[in-house]
């Protein structure tokens, strides 16, 4: 993994000369090799064979798919850390953050609520009324919005086309014409009144 130097630009871990090691970065913004050759302050004359030469490079090669891992990784870091948002967001519980009776409500104790748990927390507030009554308020993520999301990400809500319709039908054809017990009825049509 390339470390960033105090300038905040990743620092060369595979003996690149500076200007090859930043057409190996440059690469990486759109994959065109005479753009990333020119950004790099090669020549703009001669950069389509200049980016050619260099994407053949084997050390830049080993440079350029070093940096590939890398975003790659940082990627799907970032991937999972939004499930994990969503998914505390998605399957939080009031349960888990205060307990209530006739009448009361008792917060939990901040350090009572782990981390992965105080995620679904979206605000805290603290009003004083005008006759100096003090009221708290915890609010959590829209729980509907995050299943939402959480279940299109996984493929859960995709429309059901036709296409499928026939392929659900004809495999429950297949199974009754082969002696088998189908998986899923087919559902009858609903009968529908006249108006």
């Known amino acids: 993994m390339s470390e960033t130097s105090d300038t905040g630009e990743a620092t060369n871990p595979y003996g690149l000369d500076p200007q090859r090691w930043r057409f190996c970065q440059e690469y990486l913004t759109d994959f065109i090799a005479k753009r990333a050759a020119i950004r790099a302050g090669y020549g703009e004359r001669n950069a389509q064979r200049t980016g050619s030469r260099l994407l053949a490079d084997p050390e830049c090669k080993r440079a350029i798919r070093g ?6 990784s940082q990627w799907q870091a970032t991937r999972e850390r939004i499930v994990q948002e969503l998914m ?5 519980n009031m349960k888990e953050f205060a307990y209530w009776g006739h ?3 008792t917060f939990i104790p901040s350090e009572e ?8 927390i979206t605000e805290i507030r603290k009003t004083i009324d005008k006759n100096g009554t003090v009221r708290m308020s915890l609010k959590l993520g829209n729980k509907l919005e995050a299943l939402k999301m959480l279940g299109q990400h996984i493929g859960m809500f995709r429309e059901v086309t036709s296409d499928d319709a026939r392929g ?17 009825q087919p559902r ?3 009968e529908r009144e006249e108006e």
Do not use: C, H, M, S
Request: proline share 5%; net charge negative; hydrophobic share 50%.
């Open 168 to 184: 659900a039908f004809q495999r429950w054809a297949d199974a009754k014409l082969n002696g088998e017990e189908p998986a899923v």
């Open 113 to 120: 609520i782990t981390d992965a748990k105080a995620a679904a």
């Open 188 to 190: 009858e049509p609903e």
């Open 88 to 92: 505390a967001i998605a399957f939080a």
């Open 67 to 72: 940096l590939l891992d890398e975003q790659t």
């Open 103 to 105: 009448d009361a409500i």
